[in-house]
């Protein structure tokens, strides 16, 4: 961390469910107005703490000229320190990156997650369609700040870190963004690592929810940072959230309830078995509570079990 330095994407203290955030529009000559987009996203695999999408943007001559020399890189593939020091340079107002290179981030925090994932099967968002749903909403956000401040602006590209197949999110991104609302859309694996743009939105991913996490984390007690990646495969992360479950109650709503690490965890440690009963419905329908409170002579109430949950 640097020199107590809090991201701004980050709020204090940190919500409990998904929010956006977003820069001020870079400011630009009028005649400059042609914007480059890349977007990335951090934390989709753990399971602790959000998935951070993440949209960078600057004008296409800031990009060509000016981005590639700014160091970012894949930012798995960077140290912490370096990392923070770019989001630093992107957050101070006497530093270029500040006033050239404008971001948008939606956090979809653990709980909301695990919410959409868990519904009944007629209404699950997976985690393909949320991570969709957040870049089209920060690509209709950052549009609409460009537009409000160039009227005349072009956005000549869109880079995207993969997710699912490239060719069929391209076509979902253009029955949202028309050729002239965005000239090129291109979705690519390891997209972090060639356009620079791409880059920058990858670290201001990672430095959003690396912060988020741990101001959560603090805001419970926990500060021996000991929970690992936060990924599955992760021995740390695995020993934490043994570690830590409550039989009645799990975990707090940094964990993602719907990754099968949870459940795992929750069956081996023995957590408290809830069964949720269905209401009685008789055969022709719902009828009045007190009616169906009155004991019967020839036929006793019947419960049926659903489906087993655990807290």
């Known amino acids: 961390m640097q020199d107590n330095y809090s991201p701004p994407s980050v709020p204090s203290p940190p919500p409990l469910h998904t929010y956006t955030y977003a820069t001020a529009v870079p400011t630009i000559d009028e005649?400059?107005?042609?914007?480059?987009?890349?977007?990335?996203?951090?934390?989709?695999?753990?399971?602790?703490?959000?998935?951070?999408?993440?949209?960078?943007y600057c004008s296409a001559k800031f990009n060509d000229e000016h981005l590639p020399t700014c160091e970012f890189a894949d930012s798995k593939k960077l140290t912490e320190s370096k990392r923070w020091e770019l989001m630093k340079r992107i957050s101070t107002d006497t530093d270029l990156l500040n006033s050239q290179l404008g971001y948008a981030i939606t956090s979809l925090t653990a709980t909301d997650i695990s919410s959409s994932m868990l519904r009944p099967s007629t209404s699950i968002v997976n985690l393909n369609e949320q991570a969709h749903d957040a870049s089209i909403n920060l690509i209709k956000l950052v549009i609409s700040k460009l537009k409000s401040k160039y009227p005349t602006v072009k956005i000549k590209a869109l880079y995207i870190d993969t997710v699912?197949?490239?060719?069929?999110?391209?076509?979902?991104?253009?029955?949202?963004?028309?050729?002239?609302?965005?000239?090129?859309?291109?979705?690519?694996?390891?997209?972090?690592?060639?356009?620079?743009?791409?880059?920058a939105a990858s670290v201001v991913a990672k430095v959003t929810r690396d912060w988020y996490l741990k101001q959560q984390m603090l805001k419970l007690g926990i500060d021996d940072f000991n929970w690992g990646s936060g990924y599955p495969g992760d021995p740390n992360?695995?020993?934490?959230?043994?570690?830590?479950?409550?039989?009645?109650?799990?975990?707090?709503?940094?964990?993602?309830?719907?990754?099968?690490?949870?459940?795992?965890?929750?069956?081996?440690?023995?957590?408290v078995e809830i069964r949720w009963e269905h209401e009685l419905v008789k055969k022709h329908g719902y009828?009045?509570?007190?009616?169906?409170?009155?004991p019967s002579s020839t036929t006793p109430h019947k419960f049926e079990v659903s489906k087993d949950w655990f807290l």
């Open 31 to 56: 005649e400059d107005a042609e914007f480059i987009l890349g977007i990335d996203e951090a934390g989709r695999g753990p399971i602790l703490g959000p998935m951070v999408y993440s949209l960078a």
């Open 164 to 199: 699912g197949t490239p060719a069929t999110y391209v076509k979902k991104l253009r029955t949202f963004f028309s050729t002239s609302d965005i000239e090129v859309i291109k979705v690519e694996k390891k997209a972090d690592a060639t356009y620079p743009i791409v880059s």
């Open 237 to 271: 992360t695995i020993k934490f959230i043994n570690s830590r479950m409550h039989p009645w109650f799990g975990w707090d709503h940094n964990v993602r309830y719907s990754w099968s690490t949870a459940k795992n965890a929750l069956e081996k440690n023995r957590a």
């Open 287 to 294: 009828q009045d509570i007190l009616e169906l409170a009155k």
